[in-house]
């Protein structure tokens, strides 16, 4: 079993749905509220103990109601929840998610995540130095993930970066990155200047842009690759791409070759949106092996 580190961020999903997205100034009636465990740290931790990783959470919630409930969201899922604090002085982290017109938009409110400092990081590093993979994203402070890279880079440890929400990241971080995976939008705020195809080229092996349903493209050395997706009836697009990220950081772990891990995480993606909420589509690891 493959162990798996998380640092990130932690939160609970405040979802509405509804059958048209306000435009601004305007008043829709929703169908449906829910709430339920999110942040994409946690959900990416979720997916991997799903996937049949060991896994580690390293990160901060509020010394509140919500921060409880995702504590035991976490040890419910699998996911050793040690490292994750609560703050006094912060509310956990909230994303307040509007589910319509077949997608989502989603508004989200660091609280206590601001907290998972280099810091804060620094005391755990006996555990990232035993991972076999290390899963970071960007609803964390900047220099955090300016710290991680090095300390990966000092040990020897896999950094697998999902640069969600966009933001540029220095030429420090792509360059002692393992892996990392932006969408079509975040590419374009990291890679700025360059097109997808000078972009891909330049880190071959490396950067793996992720096109929702129609699968994520990447170069192979040689040439551009695009690796497609699984046609489903999509119910939730939300966490998707955490999803993919957790399913991707397995199979790399495990020593699978990229195509082959990219078709594991292509497919257990596509698993977790046929069903509600962010975590709660995110498929156990033989229900991808039962349909790649």
């Given at each position: 079993m493959v162990k798996?580190?998380?640092?990130?961020?932690?939160?609970?999903?405040?979802?509405?749905t509804s059958d048209k997205r306000p435009g601004a100034g305007e008043t829709v009636l929703g169908s449906s509220f829910k709430t339920v465990p999110g942040g994409k740290g946690a959900n990416q931790a979720v997916a991997a103990a799903r996937l049949g990783a060991d896994v580690f959470m390293?990160?901060?919630?509020?010394?509140?109601?919500y921060g409880a409930a995702i504590v035991e969201n976490?040890?419910?899922?699998?996911?050793?929840?040690?490292?994750?604090?609560?703050?006094?002085?912060a509310e956990s982290g909230t994303a307040h998610i509007i589910l319509a017109e077949g997608?989502?938009?989603?508004?989200?409110?660091?609280?206590?995540?601001?907290?998972?400092t280099p810091h804060y990081v620094k005391k755990s590093l006996t555990l990232i130095k035993q991972a076999d993979?290390?899963?970071?994203?960007?609803?964390?402070p900047e220099e955090t993930i300016e710290y991680v890279s090095e300390i990966c880079t000092e040990h020897n440890v896999s950094l697998l970066l999902n640069p969600a929400p966009a933001r540029p990241l220095s030429q420090n971080v792509?360059?002692?990155?393992?892996?990392?995976?932006?969408n079509e939008h975040e590419a374009a705020v990291l890679f700025d200047g360059l097109s997808t195809e000078e972009a891909l080229k330049?880190?071959?092996n490396k950067v793996f842009i992720t096109e929702g349903k129609d699968g994520v493209r990447y170069h192979d050395g040689e040439k551009e690759v695009l690796v497609p997706s699984y046609p489903v009836e999509a119910v939730d697009t939300t966490?998707?791409?955490?999803?993919?990220?957790?399913a991707l950081a397995v199979a790399l772990a495990e020593g699978n070759s990229i195509s082959d891990s990219l078709r594991f995480a292509n497919r257990a993606a596509s698993l977790s949106v046929t069903k509600f909420g962010a975590q709660g589509g995110m498929p156990l690891r033989e229900e991808v092996e039962e349909t790649l």
């Amino acid at each position: 079993m493959v162990k798996i580190v998380v640092i990130g961020s932690s939160s609970m999903d405040l979802v509405v749905t509804s059958d048209k997205r306000p435009g601004a100034g305007e008043t829709v009636l929703g169908s449906s509220f829910k709430t339920v465990p999110g942040g994409k740290g946690a959900n990416q931790a979720v997916a991997a103990a799903r996937l049949g990783a060991d896994v580690f959470m390293i990160g901060c919630v509020g010394d509140d109601h919500y921060g409880a409930a995702i504590v035991e969201n976490f040890k419910q899922n699998g996911v050793d929840a040690t490292n994750v604090e609560p703050v006094t002085d912060a509310e956990s982290g909230t994303a307040h998610i509007i589910l319509a017109e077949g997608d989502n938009s989603i508004v989200v409110v660091k609280g206590a995540n601001d907290h998972v400092t280099p810091h804060y990081v620094k005391k755990s590093l006996t555990l990232i130095k035993q991972a076999d993979m290390v899963l970071i994203q960007q609803e964390i402070p900047e220099e955090t993930i300016e710290y991680v890279s090095e300390i990966c880079t000092e040990h020897n440890v896999s950094l697998l970066l999902n640069p969600a929400p966009a933001r540029p990241l220095s030429q420090n971080v792509i360059a002692k990155a393992s892996y990392i995976t932006p969408n079509e939008h975040e590419a374009a705020v990291l890679f700025d200047g360059l097109s997808t195809e000078e972009a891909l080229k330049q880190y071959p092996n490396k950067v793996f842009i992720t096109e929702g349903k129609d699968g994520v493209r990447y170069h192979d050395g040689e040439k551009e690759v695009l690796v497609p997706s699984y046609p489903v009836e999509a119910v939730d697009t939300t966490g998707a791409g955490d999803t993919f990220n957790a399913a991707l950081a397995v199979a790399l772990a495990e020593g699978n070759s990229i195509s082959d891990s990219l078709r594991f995480a292509n497919r257990a993606a596509s698993l977790s949106v046929t069903k509600f909420g962010a975590q709660g589509g995110m498929p156990l690891r033989e229900e991808v092996e039962e349909t790649l």
